[in-house]
């Protein structure tokens, strides 16, 4: 079964609308840890942002934000006012306490238009 | 500086050969880690190695062997290259989550583009 399941595999949106990648989970442990990371079109994974499962404050960094809900097993993200270098390919990712490895979604393919 | 690298970006080679990936990070981390990435980009772990000892081995054919001289390097190579093989193979480090009471994120290197013609 998936772990991490990003079920939208592409979207589009036009210059400075808002746009919300989903992120859902799956896992039986109680201590668990989510990520995000972009790779645009350059090809290199960067790390945006981590989130341990007791930590279910919403985080906002710039347009970014994080809605994470432990009730619904969604770890969201949403760009606000997308621009065009936001385009990018997003992968959620799962670590359990239980192991040391992630476990990537199949990422969202990200096209702002300008 | 840069944290992970690999070497070389691109390989372009010839099916039935054997090659090497290098993978060097100078961020003082104890666990290293081989993904590879394919056209659908989809990721997938291969290996794992904390202090030189493997700790995830999934299930990837026995031509690939990764192997660690030392904590900053893991190196993958590759023996008897197949068309399928081609893929895109990140490198990773990451302090040993066994021991931090917090999970630290993975940094990851550029990648290299393999092509088996």
């Known amino acids: 079964a998936q772990k991490v399941t990003q079920a939208q595999t592409e979207i589009s949106v036009v210059e400075k609308e808002d746009v919300t990648l989903d992120c859902v989970y799956e896992?039986?442990?109680?201590?668990?840890?989510l990520f995000w990371y972009k790779q645009p079109p350059s090809g290199e994974l960067v790390f945006l942002i981590r989130?341990?499962?007791?930590?279910?404050q919403n985080e906002i960094s710039g347009r970014y934000s994080w809605n994470f809900q432990k009730s619904t097993s969604s770890f969201n993200f949403t760009i606000t006012a997308s621009q065009v270098v936001d385009s990018a390919v997003y992968f959620c990712?799962?670590?359990?306490?239980?192991?040391?490895?992630?476990?990537f979604g199949t990422g969202t393919s990200l096209t702002v238009i300008p | 500086d840069t944290a992970v690298s690999q070497t070389p970006k691109y390989l372009v080679t010839q099916m039935g050969n054997d090659k090497s990936i290098k993978c060097e990070q100078n961020l003082g981390h104890d666990t290293m880690y081989w993904y590879k990435q394919d056209s659908k980009k989809f990721l997938k772990i291969m290996f794992s190695y904390n202090n030189k000892e493997l700790i995830i081995n999934e299930t990837v054919p026995n031509r690939f062997s990764p192997k660690s001289p030392d904590k900053a390097h893991l190196n993958l190579h590759i023996n008897s290259l197949e068309l399928g093989d081609s893929a895109v193979y990140f490198c990773?480090?990451?302090?040993?989550?066994?021991?931090?009471?917090?999970?630290?994120?993975?940094?990851f290197g550029p990648g290299t583009r393999l092509t088996v013609l």
């Open positions: 896992t039986r442990d109680t201590t668990y840890y």
């Open positions: 989130r341990n499962s007791f930590d279910e």
């Open positions: 990712a799962l670590s359990e306490s239980t192991g040391n490895q992630f476990y």
């Open positions: 990773a480090s990451s302090q040993d989550p066994r021991l931090t009471l917090s999970y630290n994120e993975q940094f």
